[in-house]
């Protein structure tokens, strides 16, 4: 219980009449104690007193006496500015004496908006692509957001001051929101005061017609001798007549293939197609150009991009010890590739494999021995259902030094590969198994959807497979599992079961498909790709996840040069990581770059760890640097060895960001409703330095205590 006398508080520790009672029944005591003695009467009260100034003392900690402080102070309202900075705010389709940009900066500057400001507590913040706090008025912010969420960046600036006495929040924006989102509830009672930062324009003057890249989709990567696309979207903005001009295809500066954009009346996107056959291995730089008659800006007319050529010539060797549906449609999907070879091997009742590769060779008619020499001849050993005594011990050992030398191993599940006597939980593979079976694991049945993780879209191989909007779903895989510590899940179900797991062995690798019903990807999929079905495309991917190519990092007298992307942003770091073989020493490893003005930079590598950033599942030890491109243009990189007897070559495009220049007016409509809706006020630049005198300044009274102990 607290008691208050003025501007002390008591605060005891026990109760009063306790104290009291206890300070009579002391006194009492005390001069009882002296009554006795044989002192003096003035004697006996000096000891009383002292013995009673002593409990005095004692009583009033038990109290615990405070003092308190009570004042009020005005607080000023907060009022919020919010400041677009995306690129349209550098727009200026009337060709004004200002940019947007410039109005907004120079409307805070105004000497009648400051003196308004002092009236408030005033909090800064930007919107673009997202919200930040924070605003340095010394230097010129940069207007370069790709994108503007303005309604979402209005309700979190209104969340954010929920404790705060709002008074508005002062919006200075073109109000081109992008965000098909509006306010809510709580931002709705805050009001928006906004400038308008173009003016009107009494005659609305017709804007010239432009035509620009707007999008291209193309693979990463394509196989040698294979069909690639290219899909190319065209768009234009302020036209409506019908149009046609040449849209053109370059491979390394030569013409390779030309088409036509055909516009109809009132048409604003258009696409155009072009597929071709890669003819030669590495990296090959495209330039694609549209030719229009009648166009604003030229500058947006014309893309590079970079396709990485490999040679998929794979042979392959495929056991199975079932005559499942998996079986039936892996081998028929394998043997269409034309680009690779496959020895196919079906386990009989007796334990002898039959061939079944559909080939005319004869050295194919009969199950290799596993041998170093004979496994030489392949790029991957896929292990379809089989028990572990499938293969004799020596088969284990030579697979595993397969691996170990840059071969590839891949598992596919079923209820005999992944039992405790199948060959995935066999104790030869423990050591380069990518899963192994908890207690209780099954073939689980159902229907699972499924889903790349960050680990599989990280992987160039698989991004050719990142479009699909959906992957249909499995109707079985096998779990409970847990991946190797040096293993990543690529494919897992909603609940985060893995379905696909691959690791790094040695200088080869390993993988698991733990689904017995990818077979029905076949069944029904639209082709794509080059006319292959899902089904085959994922193959064909994880085929090339395992065992790149010619070109493979696993060579032991090789360099491998790592980029998160062939393409990137003007004044963007770019990381360059490198991993070398082991007949490769990393000393005085350097990265030379070719720039687009023909001028040369040199930079060491130095060791680093790279990781999944650099397109690896796991962190390795490799070498790194890194640069900031100031230039347009094609870059040619290369990372060679000391003795110049290692190299690695590629082409790495940069451009400038994709920026949000729309050349549209701003959108009054939509600044208009904003304010009607929130009790704010829109008007025009001229009088925008009355803005702030529509919002009342209404204080807040704060009481401040303070206690003193």
Known sequence: MMYKLGSILLSPVIPVWLIILCAILFAGLAWRTYAFCSLKYSERWILWSLRMLAFGILAFLLLQPSRRETRSELEKPVLAVLLDLSASMQDNPYAEKMTR????????????????????????????????????????????????????????????????????????????????AWLEGRAQQIPVLIPELENPVLEERPLQQDFS????????????????????????????????????????????????????????????EFSFTAETLGNHLYQLSILPLQDADAGNNHREFVIDV??????????????????????????????????????????????????????????????????????????????????????????????????????????RTCSPDGVLSSPHFKELAPVFSLPGAQMREGRFSVDFTAAGRSQNAFSDLLSEVRLPPLLSFWGPVEASSFASVFLAAADGSAVLVGRRYGQGRTAVLL???????????????????????????????????????????????????????????????????????????????????????????????????????????????????????????????????????????VKKPALEFTGEAINRQWLQRLAKDTGGAMLPWLE?????????VKPRSVEIVREYS
């Open 101 to 180: 940009a410039d109005k907004a900066l120079a409307f805070l500057k105004k000497s009648e908006v400051r003196k308004h400001l002092e009236a408030f507590r005033v909090l800064y913040f930007t919107a673009g692509s997202s919200l930040q706090e924070g605003l340095d008025l010394t230097t010129t912010p940069k207007f370069s957001e790709p994108s503007s969420l303005l309604a979402p960046a209005i309700n979190q600036v209104a969340e954010r001051l929920r404790a705060e006495p709002q008074a508005g929040i002062l919006l200075l924006s073109d109000g081109l929101d992008q965000s098909n």
């Open 213 to 272: 890249i707007e999008n291209i989709h193309y693979p990463r990567r394509a196989i040698l001798q294979w069909e690639v696309k290219v899909e190319v979207t065209i768009r234009r903005r302020h036209g409506s007549t019908a149009q046609t001009f040449p849209v053109e295809l370059l491979q390394n500066g030569s013409m390779l293939r030309k088409s036509e954009a055909v516009f109809r009346e009132n048409e604003n996107f258009r696409k155009v």
């Open 310 to 415: 490999t040679d998929a010539r794979k042979r392959i060797l495929y056991l199975e010890g079932t005559p499942r549906w998996e079986f039936k449609y892996l081998k028929r999907s394998l043997l269409a590739e034309k680009n690779q070879e496959l020895n196919a091997f079906l386990q009989s009742g007796t334990g002898a494999f039959l061939n079944f590769s559909d080939t005319e060779h004869q050295e194919a008619l009969s199950l290799p021995e596993f041998s170093p020499e004979s496994l030489r001849d392949y790029s991957v050993v896929i292990l379809g259902d089989l028990k572990a005594d499938a293969l004799k011990e020596k088969d284990y050992r030579v697979l595993t030094a397969f691996v170990e030398k840059g071969g590839a191993l891949l598992f596919l599940a079923g209820t």
């Open 515 to 653: 689904s017995d019903s990818l077979w029905r990807w076949q069944l029904g999929s639209e082709a794509g790709g080059g006319g292959k079905s899902l089904y085959g495309r994922f193959l064909t991917q994880l085929l090339q996840w395992l065992a790149p190519g010619l070109q493979s990092q696993n060579e032991e007298d090789s360099i491998q040069l790592l980029l998160p992307s062939r393409e990137a942003d003007l004044r963007a770091k770019i990381s360059i990581g490198a991993l070398c073989g082991k007949r490769v020493s990393g000393s005085g490893l350097a990265c030379r770059i070719l720039c687009p003005d023909a001028s040369n930079l040199a930079l060491p590598m130095l060791p680093a760890e790279l990781g999944i950033e650099a397109g690896l599942p796991s962190p390795e030890a490799g070498f790194r640097c890194e640069f900031v491109p100031e230039q347009e243009g094609t870059y040619r990189l290369q990372v060679i060895s000391k003795d110049g007897l290692a190299s690695e070559e590629a082409l790495l495009v």
């Open 688 to 696: 925008a330095g009355k803005l702030l005198e529509k919002l009342p």
